[in-house]
């Protein structure tokens, strides 16, 4: 059989559509996981970290400690916490999978990453009604550390991770 170039780009281009498709998918699960978490905890749409030390602040991402859980209980946040690195080793996964070499690799994990994340804050929105406003702060993770900053700066630094992200995949 004859190795016809286009076939094999026909291939990741359909690959890229599911990793666009599964990265999506993940992100309405995990809006759907903080739409439970606020109801379940009577969140009122304000983050209350008043009481927290700055390890370093980018302007667009500050990195902090939190003397108390941002949640309820530190039980239910150690629990978080472990999900969000599932959900890393799941992305991770999916992209060493799609990929056939190190460039593909990464490719298929910025874009699986970029569209969990944009989708998410699109689920958030219908589900919630939240964010109000792209300038809306938001705690990004967890881990290692608190992330937060305004919701305007995981979208623009995802966007950028999805096109270069289809293009180290796609790239010959």
């Known amino acids: 059989m004859v190795n016809l170039p286009w076939r ?4 990741d281009v359909a690959n890229l559509t599911f990793l666009i498709l ?5 992100g309405y699960v995990e809006a759907a996981v903080v739409y439970y ?3 379940l905890m009577n969140f ?3 983050y209350s970290l008043v009481h927290y030390k700055v390890l370093l602040n980018l302007g667009f ?4 400690t939190t003397k108390n859980s941002l949640l309820p209980n530190n039980r239910i ?6 999900r969000e ?4 080793l799941l992305l991770v996964s999916i992209a060493y999978i799609a990929g056939n070499n190190w460039r593909q690799r990464l490719g298929a ?8 994340d944009i989708t998410y804050y699109v689920f958030l929105k219908i589900l919630d009604n939240w964010p109000s406003s792209f300038m809306t702060k938001d705690v990004y993770f967890l881990i290692p550390v608190t992330w937060i900053g305004p919701v305007i700066t995981p979208l623009v630094i995802t966007t950028a991770m999805l096109l270069g992200g289809a293009r180290l995949y796609l790239r010959d």
């Open 61 to 64: 991402i500050t990195f902090v």
């Open 85 to 88: 690195l599932a959900t890393i």
């Open 22 to 26: 599964a990265g999506g998918a993940f």
């Open 77 to 82: 946040s150690d629990i978080e916490k472990v």
């Open 37 to 39: 978490l606020r109801a």
């Open 8 to 11: 094999h780009h026909r291939h």
């Open 44 to 46: 009122h749409r304000n």
């Open 109 to 116: 994990f910025l874009v699986s990453f970029a569209c969990w």
